[in-house]
């Protein structure tokens, strides 16, 4: 438990399912209130305010496309409407398909780049103005992916959408650090969510994904929120910039193991 989390306010895009629902969860649990998104899935996210609740959290869930700066408000104002303030804000929610690049319409390339980081600007934008309006040292939290890093043939467009959120957070990391504002990311690996169910039910798929991490598994979604629950807190309190990659060791060059190359 970190106890500076208690009673303060998040919001959380994409917190309905995978990696934003394990988040919301371990934020519910250090006793923070919560606000977040859902796309498509009403109920689903229903569903997750309840366990929230369950757990003796706080929270309200809201429809907001994160590409659109009209729900973007929606959401800060959910959180400053229902529990007063805004501490925390984690550009989580994403999107990826698979399509070779010279056959990649311009509409799919859009679609990604305005989710994953249109979205984070959006995001990040309404967070800042509220930090700055009403002088609170607040934090955003940005999901990238290791495809900030790797490349990743035929996902041109989700590729290029983190490496764009990496030079994002870190401008304006730097651009705030002065008015105690910090910006960090998360870079999972492979981690399972809805997003990657189908391919990790098939066997050779799974293997295939298995054998480029050297800790030889798939990650939890609890693993990468505990990673947003130290950067939300004040034991991270030096660390702006920065991008923790939450992967089994995948951006380690795992081709290079046992001295090959
Ligand atoms: P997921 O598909 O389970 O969840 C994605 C969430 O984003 C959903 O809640 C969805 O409703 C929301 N979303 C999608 N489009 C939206 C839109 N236009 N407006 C608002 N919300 C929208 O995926 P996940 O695996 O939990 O991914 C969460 C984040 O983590 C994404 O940014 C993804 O790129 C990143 N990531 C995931 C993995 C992984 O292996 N699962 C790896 C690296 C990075």
Redesign the pocket.
């Given at each position: 438990m970190y106890q500076d989390l208690k009673g303060k306010v998040a919001v959380i895009?994409?917190?309905?399912?995978?990696?934003?629902?394990a988040i919301a969860l371990r934020l519910a649990k250090e006793d923070m209130n919560l606000v977040f998104?859902?796309?498509?899935?009403a109920k689903g996210a229903e569903r997750a305010v309840e366990k929230i609740r369950n757990n003796g959290g706080n929270a309200v869930a809201v429809h907001?496309?994160?590409?659109e700066e009209a729900d973007v408000k929606k959401l800060l104002d959910t959180a400053v409407t229902n529990f007063g303030q805004l501490d925390l804000w984690i550009n989580?929610?994403?999107?990826?398909n698979q399509v070779p690049t010279h056959k990649m319409s311009l509409a799919d390339w859009k679609k990604v780049l305005?989710?994953?980081l249109t979205?984070t600007f959006l995001g990040s934008k309404s967070a800042l103005n509220y930090f700055l309006d009403h002088k609170v040292k607040g934090n955003i939290i940005n999901?990238?992916?290791?495809?900030e890093q790797i490349p990743w043939p035929t996902f041109a467009h989700?590729a290029a959408s983190?490496g764009g959120s990496k030079l994002f957070t870190e401008t304006i990391a730097l651009e705030y650090a002065k008015r105690g504002i910090r910006v960090n990311a998360i870079?999972?690996?492979?981690?399972?969510?809805?997003?990657?169910a189908k391919k990790f039910k098939d066997p050779k798929q799974l293997k295939d994904t298995t054998d480029l991490i050297p800790m030889n598994r798939i990650?939890k979604?609890s693993e990468v929120a505990a990673a947003a629950a130290w950067l939300a807190s004040s034991e991270s309190s030096y660390v702006t910039g920065e991008t923790i990659f939450i992967d089994g060791g995948m951006t380690l060059y795992p081709s290079f193991e046992e001295g090959k190359g």
């Open positions: 895009t994409g917190g309905s399912k995978g990696i934003g629902q998104n859902y796309n498509s899935d907001a496309d994160v590409s989580n929610a994403g999107m990826e305005n989710v994953n979205g999901m990238s992916s290791v495809h989700y983190k870079a999972p690996g492979a981690i399972n969510t809805p997003i990657n990650g979604p």
